[in-house]
C-alpha cells in the first residue's frame, strides 16, 4: 500500500525522491487492470523504480489511454516496455529523452493479436494521445499530463 512505501531520506522533495524497491510496491495497482511492476520488469530489472511523480504519470496513462482502450477492445493490454530508467532506457535502445523515462510511454500489445488495428484505431482519436507510434503488432503509446497533447500520430513507424 502507499502508506508503506518508504522515501529516499537524503532528497528533499517527496516528488523527486527514488521509491525504494519491495514486493509492495510491485503490486501497487495503477489503475483496476494495471500495477505497477507491469510498468517497471522488476523481476528483469530490480533497480528500476520510479519517483512518486513518475508512478502519477503512469497513474495518469493507465486512467485516461490504457483502462479505455482495454474497454474498448474488449481484450487485456500486456506492456512490452512501460517506465525505463536510464539504464534501462539505454539496455534497451530507447532515445534520449524518451517519455519511457517519465512514466509518460508505454509499448503495448493486445493479448489477442487479432485485436490490434481496433487498439489502433482507438488511441489514434483518444483526446489524451501525445504521441502514438505503430511497429508490427505492437505500439509506442504516449502522453503529457503537464502539457496539451500533441496528437502526433506515425502509423508504421517502427518496421
Ligand atoms: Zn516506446
Redesign the pocket.
Known amino acids: 500500500m502507499m502508506n508503506d512505501v518508504r522515501l529516499s531520506p537524503h532528497l528533499a522533495s517527496p516528488s523527486e525522491a527514488a521509491l525504494s524497491h519491495s514486493s509492495e510496491l510491485d503490486g501497487l495497482r495503477l489503475s483496476p487492470h494495471f500495477t505497477l511492476a507491469e510498468f517497471c520488469n522488476p523481476g528483469r530489472y530490480p533497480a528500476n523504480v520510479p519517483t512518486v511523480q513518475q508512478v502519477a504519470n503512469m497513474i495518469y496513462g493507465c486512467r485516461l489511454l490504457l483502462e479505455p482502450a482495454r474497454e474498448a477492445i474488449g481484450c487485456p493490454i500486456i506492456i512490452n ?1 512501460g517506465f525505463r530508467n536510464p539504464r534501462v532506457n539505454a539496455l534497451v535502445g530507447g532515445v534520449a529523452g ?1 517519455q ?1 523515462l517519465q512514466g509518460q ?1 508505454a ?1 503495448i500489445r493486445p493479448r489477442a493479436p487479432a485485436r490490434f488495428q481496433q487498439l489502433v484505431a482507438f488511441l489514434r482519436h483518444c483526446e489524451y494521445t501525445d504521441q502514438l507510434l505503430t511497429g508490427t503488432g505492437w505500439l ?1 503509446i504516449s502522453w503529457a499530463p503537464f502539457r496539451p497533447p500533441r496528437h502526433d500520430v506515425r502509423l508504421g513507424y517502427y518496421k
Open positions: 516496455s524518451s519511457h510511454a509499448d509506442h
